[in-house]
């Protein structure tokens, strides 16, 4: 299959950039997208040129770090999958495919496609953990009862990768379906509760200071998320920041 | 947001309720009705209160709504070269913000025609003309009374009684004013210099004429046809901006849960599609009556 691929290039966080055409030939539909990104930048080594610098790691779409804005939709235009997971049968032959990294003031280009993510990394740092006594008598885990509808849904909540695919399609560039996710992961659970009331307020708070938008209930990023985090999770996120900003 | 939009919404069942009377009670009583109703409007201390409190909401809700796009513009400094947002949400949640200010235009031209009016100016009272056939002499030959046509004027009072104000015989250049009117509503009697009773200001005819009826006294409307157009469109701006506003609102304060979230999405689009269309079949009836 033949495709002309027009991707951003950005050579360093100061750089202008551009979108730049490459023309490539001989993609299979069996290759997934990040294949044929190796293809095009084994051909771009070979003729002298840089590669495209993009993320990527497991490759079995459970990391969360590849990304990429594909034809305008993160994560390209299938649903439920990562770039990695994405195959190349999804597009047809003559295609032009626009390849661009997340767009957020949060995440700034680092190179090419690259974007740093590391605003997840310090939202985490403010308030996604629970704390517990590391000082012997560790506890079995399955000694605290735990009801399994909430297990359930702590557990989907806990599937998000961190990708950033809702940062990135949110026309506000805003992170509450990922924080969301990680504040109903901890705060459903008996370990997490203690600590429920704070973690909300911080996590909201980084999130604010690192400039992600705000939420408008567009719902972009429940349909784009690879890992299909509900919305319910902003609203109980929503809740939770209610009853710690009245209470504490 | 969340809340000072629902308070709104709120408002605007009440509001068309009261808009309502103007097609559903024809004729000179719903003419009492609606113009009973603007007055209570204008003078309860508790709708004085909650008149207050949608002036907050609507310059709140608008305020915050305009901070909250521009931050969220800023938050993506570059936008991208090829973006299908169609692919992942409905049209009217991208758009709240021009929605939103159409819906701030709207009400305030709305409140220069209307509720300016209502609050600042001397319209016309209500009133209610009659002929009646009265002796108005002698005949000088025969010795007969000459009866002729008078026209009375009665002024509809805020005590729920008509109220003689005004006699006239066009033929004979003839008019007898009872009462001098003082701030626009009150009547004082012209003899004896005593308020006798406060008259209604008649909105109803100032919104009739404004949609295109010819009243009597009034100077008739040649823009009618324009204004029930862009009236129309207003509610269906309002529509789109609800469609989306009415649920989102419920998001916002965290109220879904699984067994309600598709009640609550049925019934926001429910209120956002009956709403303004009911609002906006008023001017169309009063401009085709
Ligand atoms: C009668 C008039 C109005 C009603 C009933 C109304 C209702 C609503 C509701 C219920 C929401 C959802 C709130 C939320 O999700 O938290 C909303 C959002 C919004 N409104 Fe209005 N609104 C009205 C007028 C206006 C005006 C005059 C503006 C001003 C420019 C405006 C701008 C916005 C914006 C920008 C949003 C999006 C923010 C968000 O979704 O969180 N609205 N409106
Ligand atoms: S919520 Fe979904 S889209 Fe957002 S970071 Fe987590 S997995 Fe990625
Ligand atoms: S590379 Fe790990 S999720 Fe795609």
């Known amino acids: ?248 | 947001m969340a809340l000072t939009g629902l308070f709104l919404c709120l408002f605007l069942v009440g509001h068309l309720l009261g808009n309502l009377q103007l097609i559903f009670i024809t004729g000179e009583e719903g003419k009492v009705a609606f113009n009973e109703y603007a007055y209570f409007m204008t003078h309860n201390p508790a709708v004085k209160v909650l008149s207050y409190l949608t002036y907050f909401s609507i310059l709140f809700h608008a305020i915050d709504g305009l901070m909250l796009t521009i931050q969220n513009k800023k938050a993506r400094p570059t936008n991208y070269a090829m973006n299908k947002p169609n692919t992942n949400s409905s049209t009217p949640a991208r758009y709240m913000a021009i929605l939103g200010t159409v819906v701030l235009v709207f009400i305030c031209t709305h409140m220069v025609n209307f509720w300016a009016k209502m609050h600042f100016t001397n319209m016309p009272l209500h009133t209610i003309t009659k002929s009646i056939e009265a002796p108005v002499g002698q005949d000088p030959t025969t010795g007969q009374p000459v009866v002729k046509e008078l026209e009375v004027d009665y002024v509809y009072t805020t005590n729920g009684q008509y109220q003689e104000s005004k006699v006239s015989l066009a033929e004979m250049n003839y008019s007898e004013e009872k009462y001098e009117i003082k701030k626009g509503t009150m009547l004082y009697d012209k003899t004896s210099g005593l308020k006798v009773a406060e008259g209604l200001k008649d909105l109803h005819s100032q919104v009739m004429t404004f949609f295109g009826q010819d009243i009597k006294g009034l100077p008739s409307n040649s823009n009618a046809l324009l204004y029930v157009i862009l009236y129309v469109l207003s509610m269906a701006v309002l529509g789109f901006h609800l469609w989306h506003g009415f649920s989102s609102a419920f998001q916002t304060l965290g109220l879904r849960s699984k067994k309600y979230v598709g009640a609550i999405s049925m019934a926001g689009k429910l209120f956002a599609v009956i709403i303004p269309a009911a609002f906006a079949i008023i001017p169309i009836l009063i401009y085709l009556a």
């Open chain 1, 1 to 248: 299959m033949k495709l002309n691929l027009k991707i951003w290039r950005q050579n360093g966080p100061q750089d202008k950039g551009e979108m730049k055409t490459y023309p490539i030939d001989g993609v299979d539909g069996d290759m997934s997208f990040l294949e044929m990104m190796d293809m095009l930048n084994n051909q771009l080594v070979e003729s002298g040129e840089s590669p495209v610098a993009f993320d990527h790691d497991c490759r079995e779409g459970i990391c969360g770090m590849c990304s990429l804005y594909i034809n305008g939709e993160a994560h390209g235009p299938d649903r439920g999958v990562t770039t990695c997971q994405l195959h190349m049968r999804k597009f047809n032959d003559g295609d032009t495919i626009y390849i661009e990294p997340w767009r957020a003031k949060a995440f700034p280009v680092i190179k090419d496609l690259v974007v740093d993510r590391s605003s997840f990394d310090r939202i985490m740092n403010s308030g996604g953990f629970v704390s517990v006594n590391t000082s012997g008598n560790t506890v079995d885990a399955n000694s605290i009862p735990i009801p399994k509808d909430d297990a359930d849904k702590a557990f989907e909540a806990a599937t998000c990768i961190g990708c950033g695919a809702c940062v990135a399609s949110c026309k506000n560039a805003s992170a509450m379906l990922f924080v969301s996710a990680k504040v109903s992961q901890l705060s459903l659970l008996p370990q997490g509760k203690v600590e429920a009331k704070e973690r909300v307020l911080n996590m909201v708070q980084t999130m604010d200071d690192e400039g992600f938008g705000n939420c408008t209930n567009t719902g972009a990023c429940e349909v784009e998320c690879p890992k299909g985090i509900s919305l319910e999770n902003i609203a109980r996120m929503n809740r939770e920041y209610l009853k710690g900003a009245l209470t504490k």
